[in-house]
């Protein structure tokens, strides 16, 4: 039998739907996924549900991050017309 590859939004889905209530052999039956399948998903995704709340430290960081790039772009930039100027005095 093969093994399928589930996306994290389908792993996701189909956590809530047993959160919501649903039956979890339902659940399993409908998606071929055992209950124990099911339980480690469900653990992971409440073990990380803190990490759904950070988008604020991550937006931080990535405008940080993407402040150092431009910067360190300029600095590039900057330099290789400095050495391109320099080279020409050489010749």
């Not at 996701?12 to 979890?24: D, E, F, N, T, Y």
């Not at 937006?59 to 930039?77: D, F, W």
Request: proline fraction near 0%; glycine fraction near 6%; hydrophobic fraction near 35%.
């Amino acid at each position: 039998m093969k093994r399928r590859k589930w996306t994290s939004e389908a792993k996701a889905r189909i956590v809530l739907q047993g959160l919501k209530g649903l039956s979890v052999a339902e659940i399993c039956n409908t998606h071929g996924i055992s209950q124990s399948q099911y339980y480690l998903w469900r653990d992971q995704f409440l073990s990380h549900a803190g990490k759904a709340f950070d988008t604020q430290k991550v937006n931080q960081k990535q405008q940080h991050l993407e402040s150092e790039n431009e910067k360190l772009k300029t600095l590039v930039g900057e330099l290789t017309v400095e050495l391109k100027k320099t080279e020409g005095e050489w010749l």
